[in-house]
């Protein structure tokens, strides 16, 4: 992993997503699925996978901190929702312009430099995909715990039926 010598960005690479390969594969999710526990299962790994994200998240946010996104009057944060997921925001320095309209204003001004240009858009291109990622994962997570709750409702409606058989 370095450095862009153009930019300064480290951005990301596969290296760093070789540890939530064996998590987050898609054949757990695509399969039919007969109880309760496996999705129990697939909602945990996917849980485990959100928070393996985090070192990524974390040296991304370091990583735009280096010249020469420092030098500009934008900050990259975190932005937590209310799901329990964590993304990746923009700000401007005055708190008054988030997110798109924070980085739009500075990758098109052309005072400044092409280099901190260039930067924003490598930046700007991981947060994309990383949110992306973390919107998937917080959807599979909710996905799995209502299919968890609708399989347990037709289970419940299901011995409630054959109890009353039994009793007739």
């Not at 594969?25 to 393996?52: Q, T």
């Not at 996104?69 to 932005?79: A, E, K, W």
């Not at 995909?129 to 289970?155: D, G, H, P, W, Y």
């Amino acid at each position: 992993m370095m450095n862009n010598p153009a930019t300064g960005y480290q951005p990301l690479a596969d290296e760093d997503y070789k540890m939530l390969a064996y998590v987050s594969s898609l054949k757990g999710l695509l399969k039919p699925f007969k109880s309760k526990g496996e999705l129990e299962l697939l909602e945990h790994n996917a849980h485990s996978a959100r928070e393996m994200m985090e070192p990524l998240m974390r040296r991304l946010i370091q990583s735009a901190r280096r010249y020469p996104v420092r030098q500009l009057p934008l900050i990259f944060t975190l932005g937590p929702a209310p799901s329990g997921a964590i993304f990746l925001r923009w700000r401007n320095q005055q708190n008054n312009k988030t997110g798109t309209p924070a980085f739009c204003h500075l990758i098109s001004d052309p005072k400044v430099p092409q280099r901190a240009r260039d930067a924003l858009l490598e930046i700007e291109q991981d947060r994309i995909v990383f949110n992306m990622q973390m919107s998937v994962l917080t959807f599979i997570i909710r996905q799995a715990r209502e299919c968890q709750q609708k399989m347990e409702q037709a289970e419940t409606l299901h011995q409630r039926q054959h109890s009353r058989e039994e009793n007739s």
